[in-house]
Protein backbone atom coordinates (compact mmCIF):
# COMPACT_ATOMS: atom_id res chain seq x y z
CA UNK A 1 0.00 0.00 0.00
CA UNK A 2 1.37 3.34 -1.01
CA UNK A 3 2.11 5.87 1.65
CA UNK A 4 1.02 9.41 2.10
CA UNK A 5 3.58 11.39 -0.05
CA UNK A 6 3.83 14.58 1.74
CA UNK A 7 4.79 18.04 0.71
CA UNK A 8 8.04 19.67 1.82
CA UNK A 9 8.00 20.48 5.45
CA UNK A 10 10.18 22.96 7.38
CA UNK A 11 10.35 20.70 10.27
CA UNK A 12 10.25 21.83 13.99
CA UNK A 13 14.32 20.25 15.22
CA UNK A 14 15.61 18.84 12.18
CA UNK A 15 12.32 16.61 11.92
CA UNK A 16 11.86 13.07 10.35
CA UNK A 17 8.98 12.60 8.96
CA UNK A 18 7.47 8.75 9.71
CA UNK A 19 6.92 6.67 7.68
CA UNK A 20 6.77 3.04 7.76
CA UNK A 21 9.69 2.15 5.86
CA UNK A 22 11.85 4.04 8.52
CA UNK A 23 13.73 3.22 11.60
CA UNK A 24 13.98 -0.55 11.54
CA UNK A 25 16.67 -1.38 14.10
CA UNK A 26 18.20 -4.09 16.16
CA UNK A 27 17.07 -2.65 19.57
CA UNK A 28 14.92 -4.11 22.70
CA UNK A 29 13.33 -1.46 24.79
CA UNK A 30 11.84 -2.42 28.20
CA UNK A 31 8.47 -0.60 28.78
CA UNK A 32 6.35 -0.96 31.70
CA UNK A 33 2.81 0.84 31.60
CA UNK A 34 1.28 2.45 35.09
CA UNK A 35 -2.08 3.81 35.39
CA UNK A 36 -1.60 5.76 38.78
CA UNK A 37 -3.80 7.31 40.86
CA UNK A 38 -2.20 10.13 43.15
CA UNK A 39 -1.03 9.08 46.33
CA UNK A 40 -3.40 10.19 49.54
CA UNK A 41 -2.53 13.84 50.47
CA UNK A 42 -1.56 14.86 46.97
CA UNK A 43 -3.90 16.62 45.04
CA UNK A 44 -4.93 14.72 41.99
CA UNK A 45 -4.37 16.34 38.27
CA UNK A 46 -7.21 17.88 35.96
CA UNK A 47 -8.70 15.74 34.05
CA UNK A 48 -9.97 16.67 30.20
CA UNK A 49 -12.62 18.52 30.00
CA UNK A 50 -14.93 15.81 28.51
CA UNK A 51 -15.94 13.00 30.98
CA UNK A 52 -13.87 10.37 29.20
CA UNK A 53 -13.31 6.51 30.71
CA UNK A 54 -10.16 5.74 31.74
CA UNK A 55 -8.49 2.51 30.05
CA UNK A 56 -7.33 0.50 33.20
CA UNK A 57 -8.87 -2.29 35.13
CA UNK A 58 -10.53 -0.31 37.95
CA UNK A 59 -12.27 2.15 35.59
CA UNK A 60 -13.02 0.20 32.50
CA UNK A 61 -16.66 0.30 32.04
CA UNK A 62 -16.90 -3.66 30.93
CA UNK A 63 -13.90 -5.30 30.91
CA UNK A 64 -15.51 -7.67 28.90
CA UNK A 65 -15.32 -4.33 26.18
CA UNK A 66 -12.47 -2.60 27.31
CA UNK A 67 -9.48 -3.95 28.59
CA UNK A 68 -5.84 -2.70 28.81
CA UNK A 69 -2.77 -4.93 29.12
CA UNK A 70 1.31 -4.00 29.75
CA UNK A 71 3.96 -6.04 27.90
CA UNK A 72 7.79 -4.96 26.55
CA UNK A 73 7.82 -4.10 22.88
CA UNK A 74 11.11 -5.46 21.28
CA UNK A 75 12.06 -4.48 17.69
CA UNK A 76 13.20 -6.68 14.90
CA UNK A 77 15.01 -5.43 11.52
CA UNK A 78 13.00 -6.37 7.97
CA UNK A 79 14.85 -5.64 4.89
CA UNK A 80 12.39 -7.38 2.70
CA UNK A 81 11.56 -3.31 1.65
CA UNK A 82 14.07 -2.04 0.43
CA UNK A 83 14.63 1.84 1.54
CA UNK A 84 17.45 4.55 -0.42
CA UNK A 85 17.40 7.83 0.62
CA UNK A 86 17.90 9.68 -3.11
CA UNK A 87 19.06 13.48 -3.20
CA UNK A 88 19.02 15.61 -6.33
CA UNK A 89 21.36 18.26 -7.05
CA UNK A 90 21.11 21.33 -9.95
CA UNK A 91 24.14 22.54 -10.96
CA UNK A 92 25.15 24.68 -8.33
CA UNK A 93 24.94 22.16 -6.02
CA UNK A 94 21.41 23.31 -4.59
CA UNK A 95 18.78 19.84 -3.25
CA UNK A 96 16.25 20.21 -5.27
CA UNK A 97 12.78 19.29 -3.20
CA UNK A 98 9.77 19.32 -6.08
CA UNK A 99 10.37 16.39 -7.66
CA UNK A 100 7.38 13.08 -7.42
CA UNK A 101 7.63 10.12 -6.93
CA UNK A 102 6.85 9.84 -11.12
CA UNK A 103 10.36 11.79 -11.85
CA UNK A 104 12.38 8.17 -10.70
CA UNK A 105 13.24 4.93 -11.62
CA UNK A 106 14.57 2.26 -9.83
CA UNK A 107 16.21 -0.36 -10.86
CA UNK A 108 17.41 -3.93 -9.51
CA UNK A 109 20.00 -6.11 -10.58
CA UNK A 110 18.94 -4.12 -13.95
CA UNK A 111 15.38 -4.70 -13.83
CA UNK A 112 13.07 -1.73 -12.94
CA UNK A 113 10.80 -1.87 -9.82
CA UNK A 114 7.60 -0.11 -8.97
CA UNK A 115 8.43 2.78 -5.81
CA UNK A 116 5.60 1.62 -3.52
CA UNK A 117 6.97 4.41 -1.18
CA UNK A 118 7.80 8.03 -1.50
CA UNK A 119 8.42 11.16 0.70
CA UNK A 120 10.00 14.05 0.59
CA UNK A 121 12.03 15.60 4.02
CA UNK A 122 13.23 18.93 4.16
CA UNK A 123 14.83 20.79 6.90
CA UNK A 124 14.19 23.97 9.24
CA UNK A 125 14.85 25.38 12.81
CA UNK A 126 11.14 26.76 13.78
CA UNK A 127 10.72 25.95 17.58
CA UNK A 128 9.35 22.79 18.95
CA UNK A 129 5.69 22.34 18.66
CA UNK A 130 3.97 20.75 21.33
CA UNK A 131 2.12 21.47 24.70
CA UNK A 132 3.44 22.65 27.68
CA UNK A 133 2.42 21.50 31.47
CA UNK A 134 0.23 23.15 33.54
CA UNK A 135 1.64 23.05 37.24
CA UNK A 136 -0.62 20.94 39.89
CA UNK A 137 0.28 21.99 43.72
CA UNK A 138 0.68 19.16 45.99
CA UNK A 139 0.44 19.21 49.51
CA UNK A 140 3.46 19.72 50.45
CA UNK A 141 4.72 22.70 48.48
CA UNK A 142 3.88 24.77 45.60
CA UNK A 143 4.22 24.06 42.26
CA UNK A 144 6.21 26.48 39.87
CA UNK A 145 5.65 26.29 36.08
CA UNK A 146 5.39 28.19 32.66
CA UNK A 147 3.12 31.27 32.78
CA UNK A 148 -0.21 31.71 30.49
CA UNK A 149 1.64 32.76 27.50
CA UNK A 150 5.10 31.60 28.04
CA UNK A 151 6.33 29.43 24.98
CA UNK A 152 7.82 26.36 26.32
CA UNK A 153 11.34 25.72 26.13
CA UNK A 154 13.64 25.14 23.57
CA UNK A 155 13.63 21.72 23.10
CA UNK A 156 17.32 19.77 21.14
CA UNK A 157 15.91 19.43 17.46
CA UNK A 158 19.70 18.51 15.90
CA UNK A 159 21.95 15.57 16.54
CA UNK A 160 25.09 15.29 15.52
CA UNK A 161 27.69 12.40 16.02
CA UNK A 162 31.41 13.15 14.90
CA UNK A 163 33.37 9.79 14.84
CA UNK A 164 36.94 10.25 14.57
CA UNK A 165 38.80 7.36 12.90
CA UNK A 166 41.58 7.18 15.54
CA UNK A 167 42.81 3.85 14.26
CA UNK A 168 43.29 4.67 10.86
CA UNK A 169 44.58 8.77 11.37
CA UNK A 170 47.72 9.42 11.43
CA UNK A 171 48.96 12.36 13.97
CA UNK A 172 49.61 15.43 11.56
CA UNK A 173 46.01 14.58 10.37
CA UNK A 174 44.54 14.05 13.26
CA UNK A 175 45.79 17.77 14.49
CA UNK A 176 44.53 19.61 11.54
CA UNK A 177 40.84 18.17 11.57
CA UNK A 178 41.05 18.54 15.39
CA UNK A 179 41.75 22.58 15.46
CA UNK A 180 39.76 22.64 12.79
CA UNK A 181 36.69 21.10 15.06
CA UNK A 182 37.87 23.32 17.62
CA UNK A 183 36.48 25.96 15.36
CA UNK A 184 33.55 24.61 13.89
CA UNK A 185 32.23 23.84 17.55
CA UNK A 186 31.77 27.56 17.86
CA UNK A 187 29.00 27.64 15.05
CA UNK A 188 26.62 24.96 17.12
CA UNK A 189 23.10 26.33 17.51
CA UNK A 190 21.75 26.52 21.20
CA UNK A 191 19.02 23.65 19.65
CA UNK A 192 21.82 21.19 18.84
CA UNK A 193 23.45 18.42 20.29
CA UNK A 194 26.90 17.13 19.27
CA UNK A 195 28.70 13.98 20.42
CA UNK A 196 32.33 12.75 20.06
CA UNK A 197 33.30 9.36 19.30
CA UNK A 198 36.46 7.03 18.36
CA UNK A 199 36.57 4.01 16.33
CA UNK A 200 39.10 2.71 18.85
CA UNK A 201 36.33 4.00 21.63
CA UNK A 202 39.26 5.12 23.57
CA UNK A 203 37.32 8.35 23.62
CA UNK A 204 33.39 9.04 23.71
CA UNK A 205 31.77 12.23 24.79
CA UNK A 206 27.61 11.49 24.77
CA UNK A 207 25.48 14.42 23.04
CA UNK A 208 25.74 17.80 25.07
CA UNK A 209 25.34 21.82 24.26
CA UNK A 210 28.59 22.11 26.80
CA UNK A 211 31.51 22.93 23.90
CA UNK A 212 34.03 23.06 27.17
CA UNK A 213 33.08 19.55 27.15
CA UNK A 214 33.14 18.92 23.21
CA UNK A 215 36.75 20.95 23.00
CA UNK A 216 38.17 18.40 26.08
CA UNK A 217 37.29 15.21 24.33
CA UNK A 218 38.97 16.77 21.33
CA UNK A 219 42.29 17.11 23.02
CA UNK A 220 42.13 13.50 23.64
CA UNK A 221 42.11 12.41 21.06
CA UNK A 222 45.08 10.75 19.64
CA UNK A 223 46.44 7.96 16.73
CA UNK A 224 45.66 4.12 18.01
CA UNK A 225 47.02 2.30 15.08
CA UNK A 226 46.32 -1.24 15.58
CA UNK A 227 48.76 -2.17 13.47
CA UNK A 228 51.60 -4.46 14.67
CA UNK A 229 55.31 -3.04 14.46
CA UNK A 230 56.53 -6.40 12.42
CA UNK A 231 54.70 -4.32 9.88
CA UNK A 232 56.58 -1.35 10.18
CA UNK A 233 59.84 -2.35 8.21
CA UNK A 234 58.80 -5.10 6.45
CA UNK A 235 59.86 -6.15 3.31
CA UNK A 236 58.40 -6.56 0.59
CA UNK A 237 56.51 -3.79 1.94
CA UNK A 238 52.89 -4.96 0.76
CA UNK A 239 49.78 -2.59 1.90
CA UNK A 240 46.54 -3.80 3.08
CA UNK A 241 44.76 -2.80 -0.68
CA UNK A 242 48.14 -5.08 -1.92
CA UNK A 243 47.58 -7.53 0.02
CA UNK A 244 43.62 -7.84 -0.72
CA UNK A 245 44.42 -7.99 -4.23
CA UNK A 246 47.57 -10.57 -3.61
CA UNK A 247 44.94 -13.15 -1.46
CA UNK A 248 41.79 -12.21 -2.27
CA UNK A 249 41.74 -11.29 -5.99
CA UNK A 250 44.59 -13.29 -7.14
CA UNK A 251 46.32 -10.30 -9.20
CA UNK A 252 49.43 -11.65 -11.26
CA UNK A 253 50.70 -8.10 -11.90
CA UNK A 254 50.46 -7.36 -7.96
CA UNK A 255 51.91 -10.38 -7.32
CA UNK A 256 54.97 -10.27 -9.93
CA UNK A 257 55.77 -6.49 -8.25
CA UNK A 258 55.91 -7.47 -4.99
CA UNK A 259 58.28 -10.41 -5.55
CA UNK A 260 60.37 -8.38 -7.67
CA UNK A 261 60.61 -6.32 -3.85
CA UNK A 262 60.82 -9.50 -2.31
CA UNK A 263 64.27 -10.62 -4.12
CA UNK A 264 66.06 -7.30 -2.67
CA UNK A 265 65.57 -8.39 0.66
CA UNK A 266 65.03 -12.21 0.87
CA UNK A 267 67.46 -15.25 -0.24
CA UNK A 268 64.20 -17.44 0.06
CA UNK A 269 61.50 -18.15 -2.68
CA UNK A 270 59.93 -14.52 -3.04
CA UNK A 271 56.60 -15.99 -4.12
CA UNK A 272 56.10 -17.70 -0.58
CA UNK A 273 57.53 -14.30 1.40
CA UNK A 274 54.89 -12.18 -0.73
CA UNK A 275 52.32 -14.80 -0.05
CA UNK A 276 53.37 -14.69 3.90
CA UNK A 277 53.85 -11.18 4.30
CA UNK A 278 50.36 -10.42 2.20
CA UNK A 279 48.61 -12.78 4.33
CA UNK A 280 49.47 -11.31 7.50
CA UNK A 281 48.96 -8.21 6.37
CA UNK A 282 45.35 -8.83 5.34
CA UNK A 283 43.89 -10.39 9.09
CA UNK A 284 45.77 -6.93 10.25
CA UNK A 285 44.38 -5.28 8.28
CA UNK A 286 40.61 -6.79 8.28
CA UNK A 287 40.88 -6.10 11.96
CA UNK A 288 41.14 -2.95 11.55
CA UNK A 289 38.11 -2.36 9.43
CA UNK A 290 36.14 -4.56 11.35
CA UNK A 291 36.86 -2.07 14.88
CA UNK A 292 35.52 0.67 12.36
CA UNK A 293 32.52 -0.72 11.01
CA UNK A 294 31.89 -1.93 14.59
CA UNK A 295 32.67 1.55 15.85
CA UNK A 296 30.12 2.66 12.85
CA UNK A 297 27.31 0.61 13.53
CA UNK A 298 27.07 1.60 17.33
CA UNK A 299 26.91 5.11 16.57
CA UNK A 300 24.41 4.30 14.18
CA UNK A 301 22.71 2.91 16.94
CA UNK A 302 23.28 5.16 19.36
CA UNK A 303 22.28 7.92 16.84
CA UNK A 304 19.00 6.44 15.86
CA UNK A 305 17.76 6.87 19.06
CA UNK A 306 17.43 10.77 19.40
CA UNK A 307 14.80 12.41 18.82
CA UNK A 308 15.14 14.93 16.00
CA UNK A 309 17.40 15.06 12.79
CA UNK A 310 19.95 12.89 12.80
CA UNK A 311 23.46 12.65 11.04
CA UNK A 312 26.88 11.37 11.64
CA UNK A 313 30.48 13.04 10.23
CA UNK A 314 33.32 10.23 9.75
CA UNK A 315 36.41 12.09 10.11
CA UNK A 316 39.01 9.36 8.37
CA UNK A 317 41.72 9.15 5.87
CA UNK A 318 39.87 6.51 4.29
CA UNK A 319 39.93 2.76 4.83
CA UNK A 320 39.48 -0.37 2.99
CA UNK A 321 36.53 -2.76 3.92
CA UNK A 322 38.10 -5.99 1.78
CA UNK A 323 35.81 -9.52 2.22
CA UNK A 324 33.03 -6.98 4.65
CA UNK A 325 30.73 -5.80 1.41
CA UNK A 326 28.27 -7.08 3.44
CA UNK A 327 29.06 -5.29 7.26
CA UNK A 328 29.38 -2.19 5.25
CA UNK A 329 25.96 -2.50 3.67
CA UNK A 330 24.08 -3.71 6.93
CA UNK A 331 25.46 -0.18 8.36
CA UNK A 332 24.07 1.43 5.38
CA UNK A 333 20.84 -0.14 5.60
CA UNK A 334 20.04 0.61 9.07
CA UNK A 335 21.00 4.03 9.05
CA UNK A 336 18.28 4.79 6.02
CA UNK A 337 15.83 3.18 7.90
CA UNK A 338 16.68 5.04 11.01
CA UNK A 339 16.74 8.31 9.11
CA UNK A 340 20.67 8.64 10.15
CA UNK A 341 22.72 10.59 6.93
CA UNK A 342 25.81 9.69 7.20
CA UNK A 343 28.55 11.98 5.82
CA UNK A 344 32.24 11.82 5.94
CA UNK A 345 35.63 14.06 5.61
CA UNK A 346 38.56 12.84 3.89
CA UNK A 347 41.03 14.27 6.39
CA UNK A 348 44.12 13.53 4.51
CA UNK A 349 42.91 17.08 2.65
CA UNK A 350 44.25 17.66 -0.59
CA UNK A 351 46.54 14.16 -1.48
CA UNK A 352 48.75 14.10 -3.79
CA UNK A 353 50.68 10.66 -4.96
CA UNK A 354 54.66 10.64 -4.84
CA UNK A 355 55.86 9.07 -8.34
CA UNK A 356 57.74 6.13 -7.63
CA UNK A 357 57.53 6.85 -3.82
CA UNK A 358 59.32 9.00 -1.69
CA UNK A 359 62.23 9.73 0.32
CA UNK A 360 61.65 6.60 2.95
CA UNK A 361 62.06 4.27 0.07
CA UNK A 362 64.85 2.70 -0.82
CA UNK A 363 67.04 3.88 -4.37
CA UNK A 364 68.59 1.40 -5.21
CA UNK A 365 67.14 -0.11 -8.72
CA UNK A 366 64.93 -3.32 -8.69
CA UNK A 367 63.56 -5.22 -11.72
CA UNK A 368 60.99 -3.33 -13.57
CA UNK A 369 62.25 0.06 -12.33
CA UNK A 370 61.33 2.16 -15.41
CA UNK A 371 62.35 5.57 -13.69
CA UNK A 372 65.82 4.42 -11.78
CA UNK A 373 64.07 5.99 -8.56
CA UNK A 374 64.11 2.58 -6.55
CA UNK A 375 60.25 1.57 -7.40
CA UNK A 376 58.44 0.00 -10.49
CA UNK A 377 56.30 2.90 -12.59
CA UNK A 378 53.22 -0.41 -12.07
CA UNK A 379 54.16 0.27 -8.43
CA UNK A 380 53.14 4.12 -8.29
CA UNK A 381 50.04 3.13 -9.93
CA UNK A 382 48.92 0.50 -7.19
CA UNK A 383 49.40 3.45 -4.53
CA UNK A 384 47.34 5.73 -6.84
CA UNK A 385 44.73 3.26 -6.94
CA UNK A 386 44.81 2.49 -2.94
CA UNK A 387 44.47 6.12 -2.52
CA UNK A 388 41.44 6.26 -4.32
CA UNK A 389 40.41 3.18 -3.01
CA UNK A 390 40.17 4.54 0.61
CA UNK A 391 37.49 7.24 -0.39
CA UNK A 392 35.51 4.66 -2.02
CA UNK A 393 34.09 3.24 1.70
CA UNK A 394 33.43 7.15 2.60
CA UNK A 395 32.17 8.32 -0.78
CA UNK A 396 29.85 4.90 0.06
CA UNK A 397 28.37 5.93 2.99
CA UNK A 398 28.03 9.49 2.09
CA UNK A 399 25.67 8.41 -1.41
CA UNK A 400 24.00 5.76 0.67
CA UNK A 401 22.66 7.89 3.80
CA UNK A 402 22.12 11.34 1.41
CA UNK A 403 25.02 12.68 3.29
CA UNK A 404 27.95 15.26 2.18
CA UNK A 405 31.62 14.01 0.90
CA UNK A 406 34.19 16.63 1.29
CA UNK A 407 37.96 15.43 0.01
CA UNK A 408 40.92 16.46 -1.93
CA UNK A 409 40.49 19.55 -0.16
CA UNK A 410 42.63 21.68 2.91
CA UNK A 411 39.81 24.06 3.54
CA UNK A 412 39.13 22.30 6.65
CA UNK A 413 36.72 24.95 7.99
CA UNK A 414 34.79 24.76 5.13
CA UNK A 415 34.95 21.16 4.86
CA UNK A 416 33.14 21.05 8.35
CA UNK A 417 30.84 23.70 7.76
CA UNK A 418 29.28 21.26 4.40
CA UNK A 419 29.44 18.11 6.03
CA UNK A 420 27.84 19.71 9.06
CA UNK A 421 24.87 20.67 6.75
CA UNK A 422 22.01 17.72 6.14
CA UNK A 423 20.88 18.32 2.95
CA UNK A 424 17.85 20.91 2.40
CA UNK A 425 15.66 18.00 0.27
CA UNK A 426 15.93 14.34 0.29
CA UNK A 427 13.60 11.57 -1.15
CA UNK A 428 12.90 8.48 0.65
CA UNK A 429 12.14 5.76 -1.77
CA UNK A 430 11.23 2.19 -1.04
CA UNK A 431 10.08 -1.06 -3.28
CA UNK A 432 9.61 -4.45 -3.04
CA UNK A 433 11.86 -6.86 -4.94
CA UNK A 434 10.38 -8.78 -7.12
CA UNK A 435 10.12 -12.36 -6.98
CA UNK A 436 13.04 -11.80 -4.55
CA UNK A 437 15.13 -14.78 -2.94
CA UNK A 438 15.62 -15.06 0.83
CA UNK A 439 19.35 -16.73 -0.32
CA UNK A 440 21.54 -13.02 1.19
CA UNK A 441 23.30 -12.31 -2.22
CA UNK A 442 23.99 -8.70 -3.56
CA UNK A 443 21.57 -6.90 -5.65
CA UNK A 444 23.17 -3.91 -7.78
CA UNK A 445 20.96 -0.64 -7.42
CA UNK A 446 20.71 2.20 -9.70
CA UNK A 447 18.53 5.38 -9.43
CA UNK A 448 17.77 7.43 -12.24
CA UNK A 449 15.34 10.34 -13.02
CA UNK A 450 13.01 10.07 -16.30
CA UNK A 451 14.14 13.97 -17.04
CA UNK A 452 17.62 14.15 -16.08
CA UNK A 453 18.39 17.79 -17.15
CA UNK A 454 21.70 18.39 -15.34
CA UNK A 455 20.75 17.57 -12.23
CA UNK A 456 23.25 15.34 -10.42
CA UNK A 457 21.55 12.34 -8.19
CA UNK A 458 22.96 10.28 -5.23
CA UNK A 459 21.76 6.81 -3.86
CA UNK A 460 22.56 4.12 -2.34
CA UNK A 461 24.33 1.55 -4.75
CA UNK A 462 22.99 -1.72 -3.81
CA UNK A 463 21.85 -4.39 -1.12
CA UNK A 464 22.14 -7.51 0.01
CA UNK A 465 18.42 -9.98 0.10
CA UNK A 466 17.76 -10.61 3.90
CA UNK A 467 17.28 -14.73 4.99
CA UNK A 468 14.18 -14.04 6.42
CA UNK A 469 10.70 -12.20 7.00
CA UNK A 470 9.11 -10.62 9.53
CA UNK A 471 5.11 -10.56 10.37
CA UNK A 472 2.92 -7.84 9.90
CA UNK A 473 2.76 -8.06 13.75
CA UNK A 474 6.46 -7.79 14.23
CA UNK A 475 6.22 -4.69 11.73
CA UNK A 476 3.76 -2.83 13.49
CA UNK A 477 6.18 -2.33 16.25
CA UNK A 478 9.01 -1.37 13.73
CA UNK A 479 6.62 1.62 12.71
CA UNK A 480 5.49 2.60 16.28
CA UNK A 481 9.46 2.50 17.69
CA UNK A 482 10.25 4.75 14.55
CA UNK A 483 7.60 7.50 15.14
CA UNK A 484 8.42 7.73 18.80
CA UNK A 485 11.88 9.05 17.89
CA UNK A 486 10.56 11.11 15.70
CA UNK A 487 9.09 14.85 16.40
CA UNK A 488 6.86 15.23 13.70
CA UNK A 489 3.38 15.67 14.58
CA UNK A 490 1.11 12.69 12.88
CA UNK A 491 -2.76 13.36 12.81
CA UNK A 492 -4.18 10.28 11.86
CA UNK A 493 -6.15 9.12 14.70
CA UNK A 494 -8.48 11.56 17.30
CA UNK A 495 -6.27 11.67 19.73
CA UNK A 496 -4.93 14.57 21.81
CA UNK A 497 -2.03 14.73 24.89
CA UNK A 498 -2.62 16.63 28.23
CA UNK A 499 0.37 16.61 30.23
CA UNK A 500 0.80 18.33 33.82
CA UNK A 501 2.58 17.85 37.04
CA UNK A 502 3.06 18.57 40.83
CA UNK A 503 5.48 18.75 43.07
CA UNK A 504 5.80 17.10 46.93
CA UNK A 505 8.98 18.92 47.49
CA UNK A 506 12.01 20.69 45.58
CA UNK A 507 13.56 18.14 44.19
CA UNK A 508 10.81 15.57 43.23
CA UNK A 509 7.78 15.66 40.84
CA UNK A 510 5.28 13.51 39.06
CA UNK A 511 4.71 14.14 35.87
CA UNK A 512 1.14 12.81 34.49
CA UNK A 513 0.44 11.89 30.43
CA UNK A 514 -3.38 11.87 29.12
CA UNK A 515 -3.85 10.39 26.05
CA UNK A 516 -7.57 11.06 25.32
CA UNK A 517 -9.31 9.41 22.40
CA UNK A 518 -12.09 9.93 20.22
CA UNK A 519 -13.22 6.08 20.21
CA UNK A 520 -16.52 7.05 17.87
CA UNK A 521 -14.37 8.69 15.19
CA UNK A 522 -12.27 5.09 15.23
CA UNK A 523 -12.72 2.54 12.43
CA UNK A 524 -14.08 -0.70 14.03
CA UNK A 525 -14.21 -4.41 12.36
CA UNK A 526 -18.03 -6.02 13.28
CA UNK A 527 -17.18 -9.11 14.52
CA UNK A 528 -20.20 -10.92 16.49
CA UNK A 529 -22.15 -7.82 16.84
CA UNK A 530 -19.32 -6.30 18.68
CA UNK A 531 -16.67 -3.37 17.47
CA UNK A 532 -13.45 -4.91 17.63
CA UNK A 533 -9.93 -3.07 17.66
CA UNK A 534 -7.11 -2.93 19.42
CA UNK A 535 -5.03 0.54 19.75
CA UNK A 536 -1.18 0.88 21.10
CA UNK A 537 -0.18 3.39 22.67
CA UNK A 538 3.88 4.27 23.47
CA UNK A 539 4.52 7.54 25.59
CA UNK A 540 8.29 8.36 25.83
CA UNK A 541 10.12 11.29 27.93
CA UNK A 542 13.34 12.67 26.26
CA UNK A 543 15.42 14.82 28.51
CA UNK A 544 16.89 18.28 27.59
CA UNK A 545 20.13 16.50 25.43
CA UNK A 546 17.73 14.73 23.39
CA UNK A 547 18.37 11.18 25.75
CA UNK A 548 15.06 8.76 26.19
CA UNK A 549 14.25 8.59 30.00
CA UNK A 550 11.87 6.62 29.98
CA UNK A 551 9.62 4.82 28.08
CA UNK A 552 6.01 3.01 28.68
CA UNK A 553 3.43 0.84 26.16
CA UNK A 554 0.01 0.37 27.33
CA UNK A 555 -2.17 -2.02 24.38
CA UNK A 556 -6.07 -1.48 24.79
CA UNK A 557 -8.10 -4.26 23.19
CA UNK A 558 -11.91 -2.52 22.20
CA UNK A 559 -14.69 -4.80 22.16
CA UNK A 560 -17.74 -2.83 22.36
CA UNK A 561 -21.60 -3.31 21.87
CA UNK A 562 -23.28 -0.79 19.77
CA UNK A 563 -24.73 0.86 22.75
CA UNK A 564 -21.40 1.32 24.58
CA UNK A 565 -19.87 3.10 21.91
CA UNK A 566 -22.72 5.31 21.62
CA UNK A 567 -23.71 6.43 24.95
CA UNK A 568 -21.25 5.06 27.50
CA UNK A 569 -18.11 5.71 26.02
CA UNK A 570 -19.64 8.89 23.40
CA UNK A 571 -17.05 11.12 25.16
CA UNK A 572 -14.18 8.82 24.56
CA UNK A 573 -11.52 7.29 26.84
CA UNK A 574 -8.52 8.44 28.69
CA UNK A 575 -4.87 6.59 28.65
CA UNK A 576 -3.43 7.73 31.61
CA UNK A 577 0.40 6.96 32.96
CA UNK A 578 3.33 8.85 35.21
CA UNK A 579 6.65 9.49 35.28
CA UNK A 580 8.47 10.00 38.58
CA UNK A 581 11.26 13.24 37.39
CA UNK A 582 13.64 15.32 39.03
CA UNK A 583 13.30 19.49 37.80
CA UNK A 584 14.15 20.25 34.22
CA UNK A 585 13.50 20.08 30.67
CA UNK A 586 11.62 17.19 28.94
CA UNK A 587 9.85 16.34 25.79
CA UNK A 588 7.20 14.12 26.01
CA UNK A 589 6.39 12.24 23.04
CA UNK A 590 3.11 10.15 22.68
CA UNK A 591 2.57 7.44 19.86
CA UNK A 592 -1.03 5.62 19.45
CA UNK A 593 -1.74 3.41 16.73
CA UNK A 594 -4.49 1.11 15.98
CA UNK A 595 -4.83 -2.28 14.46
CA UNK A 596 -7.91 -2.37 11.84
CA UNK A 597 -7.03 1.10 9.93
CA UNK A 598 -3.17 0.89 10.84
CA UNK A 599 -3.42 4.34 11.31
CA UNK A 600 -1.25 6.99 13.80
CA UNK A 601 -1.25 9.46 15.56
CA UNK A 602 2.26 11.48 17.34
CA UNK A 603 1.94 14.29 19.73
CA UNK A 604 4.96 16.12 21.42
CA UNK A 605 4.67 17.75 25.27
CA UNK A 606 7.02 20.48 25.77
CA UNK A 607 7.63 20.85 29.77
CA UNK A 608 10.09 22.94 32.01
CA UNK A 609 9.89 21.77 35.65
CA UNK A 610 11.12 24.12 37.83
Known amino acids: MESRSRPTRQVAAPLVAFSPIRTWIFFTLACFVVCLTPARGQSEPQKPTAPAAVADSAASQNSAELASHDEPIAFKANANLVVLRAVVRDPQGAAIGNLRKEDFQVFDKGKPQAITQFEVEGTGIPATAGQTAEPVSGNQSSATGPHPGEN ?149 HSVSRMPGERSIIVVSPGFLTPELDLQFDQIVDRAVRSQVVISAFDARGLFVTIPYGDASQQSDNVPGDTAGMGVPASKSIIETNAAEAN ?43 QNLKLDGSFHALKVTLKNPQKFTLQARRGYFAPKSSLSPEEQSKEEIQDAMYSQEEIHDLPVTLHTQFFKANDDDAKLIVLAHVDVKQLRFRKLQGRNDNVLTCVFALFNSNGRFVEGMQKTVTLDLKDETLEHRLASGITLKTSFNVKPGSYLVRLVVRDAEAKLMSAENGALEIR
Open 152 to 300: PPAMPGRFVAYLFDDVHLEFGDLAHVRDAATRHFVTLRPTDRAAIFTTSGLVSLDFTSDRAKLNEALLHLRPQPNRSTIFEHQCPDITLYEADLIINKRDPDAKQIAANEAQQCSGGDPALLVQNVAQMVLSAGRQQSLLTLGSLQQVV
Open 391 to 433: DDALAALADGTGGAFFHNDNDFKEGFRRVAESPEYSYILGFVP
